[in-house]
């Protein structure tokens, strides 16, 4: 079962009980208890659960809301997964053994943790909280984590520390995600201080981009990354073709998945 599915299982479960426990979902899954908290943070990001204390429980509509809303909001939840674990797929394939990698925070980066921790012998730097306690299941992954201030919306972490600690680093990739881009100012967000982003790509051969068709068009007023430093796209379909040729005329591989 891979981690689709078993979230898809988790929100099965507590539409039937009304709310699941960490414990009973490690053990009928088979996974740790760590990955079952990530699922739960992953679903109650996308509006679909309320996390407690050693578990998670359903919002709390009304009879009327409930009707109404519940199966929108899974197909929401549905519509969101489904291209981003396409495109961490694709991501992966990239990733030898002996490679070193750096992971940025986001949900698609996320995504690719899962796939990543797959992989013996392989280095992984990263701000990415969630992600770092995932790729930790996998002993024969070397895991290093930039310090700094925690951003609690995305679990990472973000300042001069998290920078300085990139300094001198040499990676093979760095996957990063994406509130927004275009083909003039590159990667965006809607967020100040994510600086972090410039000392990550500095660090990194190789720049890959990982986000969905609906970022295409969105520009944040804070430049995260400049199309210049952009080597690859990995996307879903959904691109318009005019976009896609806009960055590929300008040397970047486009790849759509």
Same mark, same amino acid.
């Given at each position: 079962?891979n981690?689709l599915e078993r979230?898809?299982?988790?929100?099965?479960?507590a *539409?039937?009980?009304?709310s699941?426990?960490?414990? %009973?979902l490690s053990?009928?899954f088979d996974v740790?208890?760590v990955?079952?908290?990530t $699922?739960l943070?992953?679903?109650?990001?996308?509006?679909l659960l309320?996390r407690?204390?050693?578990g998670?429980?359903?919002?709390?509509? $009304?009879?009327d809301?409930?009707n109404?809303n519940?199966?929108?909001l899974?197909d929401?939840? *549905?519509?969101?997964? $489904?291209?981003?674990?396409?495109?961490?797929?694709?991501?992966?394939k990239?990733v030898?053994p002996? %490679?070193t990698?750096?992971?940025d925070?986001?949900?698609?980066?996320?995504m690719?943790?899962e796939?990543?921790?797959?992989?013996?012998?392989?280095?992984?730097?990263?701000?990415n909280?969630p992600?770092a306690?995932?790729?930790? $299941?996998?002993?024969?992954i070397m895991?290093?984590v930039?310090?700094g201030t925690?951003?609690h919306?995305?679990?990472s972490?973000?300042?001069t520390i998290? !920078?300085q600690?990139?300094i001198?680093i040499s990676?093979?990739y760095?996957?990063v995600?994406?509130d927004?881009?275009?083909a003039?100012?590159?990667i965006?967000?809607?967020?100040?201080g994510y600086?972090?982003? *410039?000392?990550?790509?500095?660090?990194a051969?190789?720049v890959v981009a990982?986000? =969905?068709?609906?970022?295409f068009?969105?520009?944040?007023f804070n430049?995260?990354l400049?199309? !210049? *430093?952009?080597d690859?796209?990995? /996307?879903?379909?959904?691109? %318009?073709a005019h =976009?896609?040729?806009?960055?590929?005329s300008k040397?970047i591989?486009?790849? /759509?998945v």
């Amino acid at each position: 079962m891979n981690s689709l599915e078993r979230r898809n299982k988790i929100i099965e479960l507590a *539409q039937k009980t009304g709310s699941v426990l960490v414990n %009973d979902l490690s053990t009928s899954f088979d996974v740790s208890e760590v990955t079952i908290r990530t $699922d739960l943070r992953l679903l109650e990001k996308q509006g679909l659960l309320l996390r407690f204390h050693g578990g998670a429980t359903l919002h709390h509509y $009304d009879h009327d809301e409930k009707n109404t809303n519940e199966l929108k909001l899974e197909d929401r939840y *549905q519509r969101f997964i $489904d291209p981003k674990k396409r495109i961490a797929l694709a991501a992966a394939k990239y990733v030898k053994p002996g %490679d070193t990698i750096i992971l940025d925070s986001g949900s698609t980066t996320m995504m690719l943790a899962e796939e990543l921790v797959k992989v013996d012998n392989i280095t992984i730097i990263t701000n990415n909280l969630p992600a770092a306690f995932v790729l930790s $299941d996998n002993s024969n992954i070397m895991l290093a984590v930039c310090g700094g201030t925690l951003r609690h919306k995305t679990r990472s972490l973000h300042g001069t520390i998290a !920078e300085q600690s990139l300094i001198g680093i040499s990676s093979n990739y760095l996957f990063v995600g994406a509130d927004g881009i275009d083909a003039e100012r590159g990667i965006t967000t809607f967020n100040e201080g994510y600086a972090i982003s *410039q000392f990550m790509a500095n660090a990194a051969q190789t720049v890959v981009a990982l986000l =969905d068709s609906s970022k295409f068009g969105k520009r944040g007023f804070n430049v995260v990354l400049p199309i !210049e *430093q952009l080597d690859t796209i990995i /996307t879903d379909t959904g691109v %318009d073709a005019h =976009d896609a040729n806009d960055f590929i005329s300008k040397g970047i591989n486009f790849i /759509t998945v």
